[in-house]
């Protein structure tokens, strides 16, 4: 496949309207594998603008770059976007990147736009039971190579549904604010997902306070009732954090800035708990210019064990246990949980149940077409 699977619709143009961009389709149960052999940027599913649209039960895999892309994308002056009420849900998606491109997420939704005044988000969006596994951007082959991450919200998009999803092995993050915050009362929800074996972290706040965000902030999200399962550390190359990112609170108070709460973690040195760099936060900016990045932002950040990032008032009914999968281990990847919830609120879901629900078509392998390489799943992740 040399460009994208599906495409459904255009970037935001003059003239949209809720009346006359793609709404009300279904695109399920379809394989779309070997895309970006010609255009490695392609994607497998795209839409641009667009308004109450479904993609579920898909099999999306051996691409060069992501599976599934929401993006209104538009930036022209005065037009609001109308990419609200997608739900992408109970999709498999694996196999991707693969070495050739950076900034990948698998799942990424961009529905919002600064263009408006005040920037504004999309609503009423969802990613629901998707399994996203196995993801390998350049950094395999070129320093600094990045991006490879499973779950990825863009600029000032807010209001996302995040639950029941299955995110392991990823190069990148499990889940990724990529830029701005969205405006108040815009934050997103991160719910009782399974986030394992990320090699930089587990939630990555990437740069909230590019383009429009001002200060103090509105909150950017809250992320409970999650099992956190790895088993690196900031002492790992690269160094690993279960809260990546831009980590500067603009002087507001942390749990005004992000909000954890009744979390499950787990790294299976069993090490976690007694960690005094478990967490991190950066008081203040190290330059106007420089508000969150590079080493001398890293030298600045006060680190934190767990029971020290509880003082903060974040996770405070969260706790260290090892949640009991079955078999997470390469290749087996069983994330069921044979005892049930280990607590916080968990509520146990059915990972399998992503992907095609009538896989009658097994189509063969998609020779490569160009040199790709992906990082070991029993050592790199």
């Given at each position: 496949m040399g460009i994208s699977g599906i495409r459904i619709g255009t970037p935001g143009i003059n003239g949209d309207g809720n009346a006359n961009v793609p709404q009300f389709i279904t695109v399920q149960n379809n394989v779309v594998e070997g895309f970006g052999r010609v255009f490695p940027a392609a994607k497998g599913i795209i839409q641009g603008d667009g308004h109450d649209n479904l993609y579920t039960h898909n099999d999306v895999y051996d691409g060069y770059h992501g599976a599934i892309s929401i993006c209104f994308c538009s930036g022209i002056p005065g037009l609001a976007p109308l990419t609200n009420?997608?739900?992408?849900?109970?999709?498999?998606?694996?196999?991707?990147?693969?070495?050739?491109?950076?900034?990948?997420?698998?799942?990424?939704?961009?529905?919002?736009?600064?263009?408006?005044?005040p920037p504004s988000s999309g609503t009423g969006n969802k990613m629901l039971h998707n399994r996203v596994h196995d993801v390998s951007d350049s950094s395999i082959m070129d320093a600094d190579g990045y991006g490879g991450d499973g779950l990825y919200i863009d600029d000032i998009t807010g209001l996302v549904d995040v639950e029941n999803n299955l995110v392991y092995r990823v190069s990148g993050s499990a889940l990724d604010f990529s830029g701005s915050r969205a405006g108040p009362n815009q934050s997103s929800t991160i719910k009782n997902n399974i986030f394992a074996f990320a090699r930089l972290s587990l939630i990555y706040a990437a740069d909230p306070y590019a383009q429009t965000a001002q200060f103090p902030a509105p909150m950017f999200f809250t992320a409970s009732n999650n099992l956190f399962y790895f088993d690196r550390s900031s002492a790992s190359s690269p160094s690993f954090y279960a809260q990546g990112g831009c980590v500067y609170d603009s002087g507001i108070a942390y749990t005004s800035f992000e909000q954890w709460t009744r979390n499950l973690y787990w790294r299976t040195d069993g090490g976690f708990a007694n960690d005094p760099n478990a967490f991190h936060i950066l008081p203040n900016p190290v330059s106007p210019t420089n508000i969150c990045f590079g080493d001398a932002a890293q030298a600045a950040s006060a680190n934190y064990p767990f029971t020290g990032w509880q003082k903060l008032g974040e996770d405070v009914q969260s706790v260290v246990l090892d949640p009991g999968f079955k078999n997470p281990a390469y290749p087996a990847d069983d994330y069921s949980l044979p005892n049930g919830s280990p607590g916080v609120g968990f509520v146990p879901f059915d990972p399998t149940q992503a992907g095609r629900t009538n896989p009658v078509i097994n189509p063969p392998a998609v020779p490569a077409t160009f040199p790709t390489k992906t990082f070991s799943p029993t050592k790199d992740f």
């Open positions: 009420n997608i739900t992408v849900s109970f999709n498999h998606v694996y196999n991707l990147i693969q070495g050739i491109m950076n900034d990948g997420g698998s799942i990424y939704f961009r529905t919002s736009t600064a263009a408006t005044k």
